[in-house]
């Protein structure tokens, strides 16, 4: 059974840093892409970043490129979300997925993905 477990948000003041991370487990992830995305209240599901563990090639949304930094530790099936310099608008549930998939212009799209964690929540104040 895969489950994916996200932990790290928390509460932080605007130009603070954050560590979100997955802990992976139930299959072998190596050929794997995971993807971080986020979401507020009555909006969709966003892209934040994602990567691809063989290659360990690396995919920004514009508006956390410079801040954010996704990482992973293949023998530990970790996946990290390093946000620095963050403002009011990061402030959203965060999640961590995995896919098959190995078509990277898919690892924007919500519906690539075949399993979610629960999610964690990050809130900025101003």
């Known amino acids: 059974q895969v489950q994916l477990v996200e932990s790290g948000g928390g509460l932080v003041q605007a130009g603070g840093s954050l560590r979100l991370s997955c802990a992976a487990s139930?299959?072998?992830?190596?050929?794997?892409?995971m993807g971080w995305f986020r979401q507020t209240p009555g909006k969709e599901r966003e892209f934040v970043a994602a990567?691809?563990?063989?290659?360990?090639?690396?995919y920004y949304a514009d508006y956390v490129k410079g801040r954010f930094t996704i990482s992973g530790d293949n023998a530990k099936n970790m996946v990290y979300l390093q946000m620095n310099g963050l403002i009011p608008g990061d402030t959203a549930d965060y999640y961590c997925?995995?896919?098959?998939?190995?078509?990277?212009?898919?690892?924007?799209?919500?519906?690539?993905?075949?399993?979610w964690g629960q999610g964690t929540q990050v809130t900025v104040s101003s």
């Open positions: 139930g299959r072998t992830f190596s050929n794997y892409a």
């Open positions: 997925a995995a896919t098959s998939s190995r078509n990277r212009a898919n690892y924007y799209y919500t519906e690539t993905y075949n399993y």
């Open positions: 990567i691809r563990w063989s290659g360990s090639n690396t």
